[in-house]
């Protein structure tokens, strides 16, 4: 797929996911903030992050989006204050998730 070919870091794919953000989805901008934030490009992600907050309801009805908020808040505190911290969070992240995906047969 031509689109996907140009995708070769975070930041790549943050940028295309930016492009494909017309309709507001709060997924997108998840993608966006997380994207950035694991490309070094801490104050992009913070606005991000930001967006993605502001793009939540009001009234939080179930304990997984709650959860969402909060690491979305927790990592936007992280980049702030220490962006070490919100690295190491995001390397832990990323190595929880591959082992998953191992544990599931995706090498």
């Known amino acids: 797929m031509p689109f996907l070919s140009k995708i070769k870091s975070p930041v790549d794919v943050a940028e295309a996911a930016i492009s494909l ?15 950035f934030a694991r490309g070094g490009q801490t104050e992009k992600a913070i606005a991000a992050l930001d967006d993605f907050l502001a793009a939540m309801p009001p009234v939080i009805r179930t304990d997984w989006l709650l959860q969402d908020k909060q690491r979305a808040e927790a990592v936007r505190d992280e ?3 220490d962006p070490a911290v919100a690295r190491r969070r995001l390397d832990n992240w990323e190595a929880e998730t591959r082992k998953n995906l191992r544990f599931l047969g995706y090498d």
Do not use: E, M, Q, T
């Open 79 to 81: 980049l702030r204050f």
């Open 21 to 35: 953000n017309k309709s507001g989805d709060p997924n997108l901008h998840r993608v966006i903030a997380y994207s």
